[in-house]
């Protein structure tokens, strides 16, 4: 079974400034996708950002950018220029390609919780 | 406007209560989804229905009994609650599940659920 590693279940950074969120998933899998969620106190889960296995490039949207390490098994969150309303709960998450997957199982960290200080 | 809406927002219950949770989605999915959020422990996958059937149950106790009318509505009956359910309880959509593995989940804001 795959698991999903958040080692950092609290992070600050100050307005302005870049900070990096980490997450450690370990899996037997070649053909995988990988996600992080962002949870505001309004408790909506909101997708920020995607990446699938197969493609080498980093996903980037916007402020938000993945580095994406497959043979260390790491897909770590950068956010640049943090902003006050990043402040929130975030959520990586795992999901196999394999055809004999029952559904859409995704698997969840335990979630780093980001303070933003003005 | 979240595409999902889940309803009530908050719920208090009894052990000995039934109640209802209600999920409905707009974005024309056909996939929905119940999730257990539980303090310090990662978001648990309870059901999984794609085109109104159940293709997953994630090993939920009974006194948990979804419902899935529709493609567009799902719901989640209790009965006979332990407090150990108190959670936060999100639903979710996408596209169906099979074929589209990169297709993003789409959540409610969630029903938080104390069982007294």
């Known amino acids: 079974a795959q698991t999903v590693t958040q080692s950092q279940p609290e992070m600050s950074v100050q307005e302005a400034e870049t900070v990096t969120l980490s997450c450690t998933y370990d899996t037997s899998e070649s053909d995988y996708y990988l996600f992080w969620y962002k949870q505001p106190p309004s408790r909506q889960m909101i997708l920020v950002i995607r990446?699938?296995?197969?493609?080498?490039q980093n996903a980037t949207e916007n402020r938000f950018s993945v580095n994406f390490q497959k043979a260390a098994k790491s897909f770590s969150l950068k956010i640049s220029d943090s902003q006050l309303g990043d402040a929130a709960m975030y959520f990586c998450?795992?999901?196999?390609?394999?055809?004999?997957?029952?559904?859409?199982?995704?698997?969840f960290g335990g979630g780093t919780r980001l303070m933003v200080k003005p | 406007e979240t595409g999902v809406t889940q309803t009530p927002r908050h719920l208090v219950m009894g052990m000995t209560n039934k109640k209802s949770l209600k999920c409905e989605q707009h974005l024309g999915h056909n996939a929905m989804y119940w999730y257990k959020q539980s303090a310090k422990k990662p978001l648990e996958l309870m059901f999984v229905?794609?085109?109104?059937?159940?293709?997953e149950n994630n090993s939920v106790p009974s006194r948990f009994s979804p419902e899935c009318p529709n493609s567009s509505h799902l719901f989640l009956h209790l009965h006979t609650l332990q407090p150990e359910d108190s959670a936060l309880y999100l639903c979710?959509?996408?596209?169906?599940?099979?074929?589209?593995?990169?297709?993003?989940?789409?959540f409610g804001n969630g029903t938080r659920l104390t069982v007294t």
């Open positions: 998450a795992y999901r196999s390609a394999n055809n004999n997957n029952a559904g859409n199982m995704l698997t």
């Open positions: 229905y794609n085109f109104k059937e159940q293709t």
């Open positions: 990446q699938e296995a197969y493609k080498q």
């Open positions: 979710a959509s996408s596209r169906p599940s099979r074929g589209s593995y990169n297709s993003p989940l789409h």
